[in-house]
């Protein structure tokens, strides 16, 4: 079904163009690219095109998209319809040129490179003769699946405000002779593909748990089987989700979630060539092979590993694997860029608002991550902050993106100096404070500049605004700019482009209103006027996945997932595709859960918004928020909503996954005590059908499918009330776990250390057993580790709260809320329930240990006897639980294995020290005889004369001695002699484990030479634990706040600096007993960087005292002692130059520090990225020399600025990991040089 938005007839545009060209607008019932909208762009100028939403921190809070001034070319808000005539005459001239190429404009009528099918006619191949040795090929079926749409009702009619037009104007008919067309190759990923000749599509056919193979002569499809999956996938096949067909025809590759594979088929056989094991739990989602380099040869293949921050880069030639990470987490689409070995990938899950992009560079047989974009929200997002003298203009069209498909580089041939990457988009407006099925949820497609890499604020399309705001002005009353495109468009996950000359037809696929997009690729923000004619829009089959174009251009083919099916498009007339025919993609012996018919109309009614039942506009679905029948990342401010049907409120909410939802929860199950039902963590609903109140209210205004049957909330069951909706929820509570988690082994078993976690989850006797968390107690095994009751576990009290802290319905249970499941939580950060700022499972543990010591309200368990690595193995526990987990397992887990020294070091010659492999008993420590040190070179024993062991890092000791000072390098073994056992004993259960003394893993040796190396640093891994700070400005625009971590970019002409240093002196003097300067020969810093680009920097002695924050975040506000953009030290320290500008001096004499000058004017070093997920060293004779200068002056030791060194075309940020993060792991860490002292007369 096509549709048409009606329109109406442009009076004063048609007298003016008839006086003028002597034209007249014909009718049509068609939707091609109307004249006016060419004019929308060019009325801007290239003024208002310089905001960009940039990675970092670029002037306020959250990273939203910069303030640019809009030109006064721009068109002016219109007052009523006169004047929008008159601003419609305005584009005249643009309009007279444009119509007398009307041949771009109108409709091509081209000539077909192959005939079309009939789209009731097609032939299937016959069955092969023999099979291919890997694979077993199937038939498609002989008869093509009917293309009728599901019986549901689907709208045909929407009301809009203004109201829209009944008829579209027409433009004249094709002028001139037809162009060739051509259906742009992009080097991407995808569930389906067309090889380069355009004989075969190829479809990564998921609920045949097989590849498909149309041929395009005759529409004949083969199905090729791919090997069982294994115990842990075998349930629900393999998943396969993309794939990817070499340009010479001879491969295929096809990537297979559920089991982490990533398999090779030969592209004539469909025989299966090879198998890439990924990392167990990784789930392979995207493949992409790189554009042809030398030689025509395709030398790399990407795959993204969506369930772990990594991407997998191939070497095609020597089959080599490097595995890239950490980028962010949930890795989804790939696409390659326009200049050899460039590829970005695109991230599904933000950092909790703002999204990733990863920039990979491909070189030679080496591959990395040189870019890693933090990208801001979009304007406006507030209807209260919109106050235009009409209503119906506030309506924002904003919000914080989500990349949920297969990003494509545009076609060549443009006028842009580079190319640009589409990005299929959708905008969740989670913080909208007047939420409405207009502004809550957007599609939109934006682009990444490949220059700048940055996404420009005014280079977008939101394809289902109803109004369109000046992107550049940020969220604070924007100007109106025009009529939003208002399509009838959700969930845009994957795009195709066509070329006729200079002129480039995009084709986007809608996953949820069932739809492909049709639009030229220079399609204005906004439209002209509210009679022009909107985007073409043609419906497909149940969720459409992916898009295949034809080399020869005449045609495309789009997956549609839940019908099983293939639509062939008709571009002959570019601007107005026609579906052509269906190809049933149906396999015989399926093992597609959604066989089952009830199961397959629940899943199309999830994954639909084109259903006036579930959405009122056809913009949201269920599967919006919950994508993929999972979430998105984000907490909705759901206190903003109205309140429930028993008059509750609500509050901030994080959406849940629904995998696995059928082990969780059973309908009208409530808690016994308090009624309460188990579907949310609120318990404010205890049936999937209560969900008729979330399709009929402010969220998605759909009509709804009880009717006046519907009953309130924790009332009469909804359930049974209507087929439709409770074929939902029967599909819902059917939806299998997630069955791989990636912290597991690689052959699916608990590590050592999730074992270790497992005895201290499971312990329930904390006042016996100190490392018993007491966990199990509410998250039960045997219940997929919940217990269906309420509990307040001391989780932050927001002020934001309408619900959970309401004393007239919750009296006696005051925050309380649902235990969740642990089922997948690998998978579902950000996490529920912390008290403070919690970025890992890790720190949410410790977060929840912090119980009696911060102001934590209340219990989370016991963790709070847990030290050291304790901590970390009961979170690599808890991220081990999936839906392969048994309760027995976890009961029966033991931790049997004894402890080992996993490496040790000589710091000097008198202290050596040694870390191992889990937390051990310091009674040892006690006993400096229990050590025994050997020189190698003659046999002889070296005493030991203490044991350093801190208990609040009992994973690693300290043996103090006097070790021999000599010229020569010197090997000494360590040995245990007495016993080292671990806190096995601590936990209900358990018992302690001895270090087996006699394994020569556990004999380590050490060396001890004149010239040695030592490193400092917080996180416990170095020589010697120092306090290490670290942070920066927000920037101008925010003058008190500050950075808890180094964070560099640059605010208009102003470069940002972040700052490190480390208190290292004492501790290195007690540690070396070097007394002087001169015993020093070198220093480096190394740090790690988190996002940005790999770039060059510059470093500068710091001649002004600073400290860090002591909150800990990205943001803090007036932080007492810690640097700002006006303070060196807040609040009574100021900057003799706002920012560190003040430059001067070189930093080498004691004058030079708390003096007129802020950095030192010469920079020690300016040291070149090598990657952004790798770290950075930061080294030289002036970073030496500074290091010997501060042993001598600690007092002035204010450390280091660092800056970016020059204005890349790109995006100028780079933000490094803080000291506090990932419980200190992350720390930047110093490593000095020095002569042993004794040694100096040594040659």
């Known amino acids: 079904m096509n549709r048409s938005p009606a329109t109406i007839a442009l009076p004063a545009l048609a007298t003016c163009l008839s006086a003028l060209l002597g034209l007249s607008l014909l009718a049509s019932t068609g939707q091609a690219r109307q004249i006016p909208e060419r004019a929308g762009r060019e009325g801007l100028s290239e003024a208002g095109a310089g905001a960009v939403e940039a990675a970092g921190a670029v002037g306020a809070v959250g990273g939203t998209e910069s303030a640019a001034a809009v030109s006064a070319a721009a068109p002016a808000e219109p007052a009523g319809q006169a004047a929008l005539d008159r601003s419609l005459i305005a584009f005249m001239p643009l309009l007279a040129r444009d119509l007398v190429r009307a041949d771009l404009l109108a409709p091509r009528v081209l000539e077909p490179t192959a005939t079309l099918p009939a789209p009731t006619a097609r032939a299937t191949e016959p069955r092969a003769t023999e099979r291919p040795t890997e694979l077993r090929p199937t038939e498609g079926p002989t008869e093509p699946r009917p293309t009728e749409r599901p019986t549901e009702p689907r709208p045909t009619e929407r009301s809009t405000e203004p109201p829209r037009p009944t008829a579209p104007p027409t433009p004249s008919a094709t002028a001139g002779p037809p162009r060739p067309a051509t259906g742009y190759h992009s080097y991407k990923s995808g569930p389906i593909q067309s090889s380069a000749d355009g004989r075969y599509v190829w479809v990564a056919n998921a609920h045949a748990d097989a590849v498909s193979r149309i041929d395009t002569r005759d529409d004949s499809v083969r199905h090729f089987r791919l090997p069982a999956a294994d115990r842990f996938g075998a349930r629900h096949g393999h998943e396969l989700s993309g794939i990817a067909v070499s340009d010479d025809g001879a491969e295929v590759w096809v990537t297979a979630q559920a089991s982490d594979k990533v398999f090779v088929l030969d592209g004539q056989t469909g025989a299966l060539r090879l198998t890439y094991e990924m990392p167990y739990g990784s789930a392979p989602y995207g493949v992409a092979l790189s554009p042809p380099g030398e030689g025509g040869a395709q030398a790399w293949a990407l795959v993204s590993l969506h369930r772990r921050p990594a991407v997998a880069a191939i070497r095609r030639s020597s089959r080599q694997v490097t595995l890239l990470e950490p980028v962010w987490r949930s890795p989804l689409g790939i696409a390659f860029g326009d200049t050899p070995g460039e590829a970005w990938i695109t991230h599904l899950y933000p950092d909790g608002e703002h999204p990733r992009l990863s920039r990979v560079e491909l070189s030679g047989d080496a591959a990395r991550v040189t870019t890693q974009l933090r990208i801001g929200a979009a304007s406006p997002r507030n209807a209260s902050q919109l106050r235009l003298d009409l209503d119906w203009r506030n309506v ?119 739809e492909l997009i049709a639009l030229a690729a220079d399609t204005p923000m906004f439209k002209p006027g509210v009679d022009a004619p909107g985007l073409f829009e043609l419906r497909l089959g149940d969720r459409p996945m992916g898009i295949a174009m034809d080399p020869g251009g005449a045609r495309a083919w789009v997956y549609n997932s839940l019908s099983s099916d293939v639509s062939v498009i008709d571009l002959r007339r570019p601007l107005q595709p026609a579906e052509a025919a269906r190809i049933a993609l149906l396999a015989p012996e399926s093992p597609d859960p959604l066989a089952e018919p009830v199961a397959l109309k629940g899943a199309r009614l999830f994954y639909t918004s084109a259903d006036p039942r579930i959405s009122s506009n056809e913009k949201v679905a269920c599967a919006s928020c919950h994508i993929n029948a999972e979430h998105d990342g984000r907490d909705w401010a759901f206190q903003n909503l109205p309140a429930g049907s028993a008059g509750q409120g609500h509050g901030p909410r994080p959406v849940p996954s629904l995998r696995g939802l059928g082990l969780t929860f059973s309908a009208g199950q409530r808690d016994p005590d308090r009624g309460w039902g188990q579907l949310h963590r609120s318990g404010d609903r205890d049936e999937i059908q209560d969900f008729e109140h979330t399709f009929r209210g402010p969220l998605m205004g759909g009509t709804g499918f009880l009717g006046a049957a519907m009953r309130p909330e924790l009332g009469e069951p909804n359930a049974g009330r209507s087929a439709d909706l409770d074929a939902i929820a029967h599909y819902l509570v059917n939806l299998p776990p997630l069955q791989r988690s990636p912290a597991r082994a690689a052959d699916g078993s608990l590590t050592e250390a999730a074992v270790r976690g497992a005895t201290y989850f499971m312990g329930a006797d904390p006042a016996g057993h100190p490392a018993d968390a007491n966990c199990a107690s509410c998250h039960v095994p045997e219940r997929a580790f919940l217990d269906f009751g309420f509990h307040d576990v ?74 050291g690595r304790q901590l970390d193995d009961l979170a690599e526990f808890v991220l081990s639980i999936d839906g392969s987990t048994e309760a027995s397992e976890v009961r029966a887990a033991r931790d049997t294995e004894p402890p080992r020294i996993l490496r040790a070091a000589a710091t000097s010659a008198r202290r050596i020290e040694v870390w191992m492999s889990e937390s051990i008993d310091g009674g040892f420590a006690a006993f400096p005889s229990a050590f025994q040190i050997t020189r190698l070179d003659t046999n002889a024993s070296i005493p030991v004369d203490r044991i350093g062991f801190d208990p609040a890092r009992p994973e690693r ?113 007690e540690a070396t007993g070097v007394g002087a300067d001169d015993f020093i020969r070198g220093a480096r810093i190394r740090l790690s960087p988190e996002m940005g680009d790999a770039q060059q920097l510059e470093i500068r002695r710091v001649l002004q005292r600073w400290s860090d924050p002591k909150a800990i975040g990205d943001w803090n506000s007036n932080p007492v002692g810690g640097p700002t953009w006006r303070d060196h030290s807040h609040p009574d320290g100021a900057w003799n130059r706002a920012g560190a500008g003040r430059l001067g001096t070189a930093g080498d004499r004691p004058e030079h520090y708390n003096a007129g000058w802020d950095l030192a004017e010469v920079v020690d070093a300016d040291p070149s990225m090598p990657a952004i997920n790798a770290p950075l060293l930061l080294a030289g004779d002036r970073v030496d020399a500074a290091f010997r200068f501060w042993f001598e002056h600690p007092e002035l030791d204010y450390g280091y600025a660092l800056r970016l060194r020059n204005r890349p075309p790109f995006s100028p940020s780079v933000k490094f990991k803080g000291w506090e993060q990932e419980r200190n792991a992350a720390s930047p860490v110093l490593e000095i040089d020095y002569r042993l002292p004794g040694t100096q007369a040594c040659p």
């Open 957 to 1069: 000791f300290t043996l103090f001695a006097t070790l021999p000072v000599e010229c020569q390098r010197l090997e000494l073994r360590i040995r245990a002699l007495g016993d080292l056992t671990d806190l096995a004993g601590l936990s209900s259960g358990g018992r302690g484990n001895a270090m087996r003394n006699a394994d020569p893993a556990n004999q380590p040796t050490v060396v001890l030479e004149p010239n040695m190396r030592l490193t400092l640093g917080a996180s416990g891994q170095e020589n010697l634990i120092v306090p290490v700070h670290d942070a920066g400005p927000v920037g101008p625009n925010l003058a008190t706040w500050s950075h808890d971590a180094p964070w560099l970019f640059v605010d208009g002409e102003t470069s940002v600096p972040g700052f490190v240093r480390f208190e290292w002196q004492a501790a290195f003097r």
């Open 794 to 867: 001391g989780q932050r009290r927001d002020p934001n709260e309408a619900e959970l802290n309401d004393p007239t319905r919750r009296a006696g249970c005051l925050w309380c809320a649902a235990t969740p499941t642990l089922v997948g939580v690998f998978d579902t950060s950000p996490w529920d329930g912390t008290y403070g700022w919690a970025g890992s499972m890790a720190e949410v543990l410790a977060d929840f240990a912090s119980y009696g010591v911060f102001e934590r309200p209340a219990r989370h368990g016991n963790p709070e006897h847990l030290v």
């Open 396 to 514: 924002p069209e904003g919000g914080y993106l989500n990349f949920r498909g297969h990003p494509a580089l545009e076609p060549p041939g443009t006028l842009r100096e580079r190319r640009r990457i589409w990005l299929p988009t959708q905008y969740h407006n989670f913080h909208n404070d007047r939420p409405s099925p207009d502004s809550v949820i957007q599609a939109s497609l934006r682009r990444l500049d490949l220059g700048s890499r940055s996404l420009k604020a005014d280079d977008k399309i939101v394809l289902s605004a109803k109004q369109v705001h000046d992107p550049t002005r940020g969220d604070n009353n924007p100007p109106w700019l025009g009529y939003g495109w208002d399509a009838s468009v959700s969930g845009l996950v994957d795009l195709g482009f066509l070329t006729l000359g200079d002129d480039v037809i995009a084709y986007a696929v809608a996953e949820q209103s069932d």
